[in-house]
């Protein structure tokens, strides 16, 4: 009897386990796109500032 409770122990644990290391590894997903989706917007805010200074110019302003 105390076999079965150990091997029904192991299992819960390694399931318990495997939910973490996918949570985790979830998470670092998650967090690694917002932190490149943040880089693009720089970007993008960078050559809205460029084209607007740019046509500021060429309208004499």
Known sequence: MDSDTNRFDSRAAKIW???A???A????VALSRRKR???ES???????E???AHGRKL???
């Open 17 to 19: 386990i495997g939910i």
């Open 21 to 23: 290391m996918g949570t």
């Open 25 to 28: 590894l979830g998470i670092g």
């Open 37 to 39: 989706i943040r880089e």
């Open 42 to 48: 720089r970007k993008v805010v960078g050559q809205a």
């Open 50 to 52: 460029e084209l607007w």
């Open 59 to 61: 309208a004499g302003s």
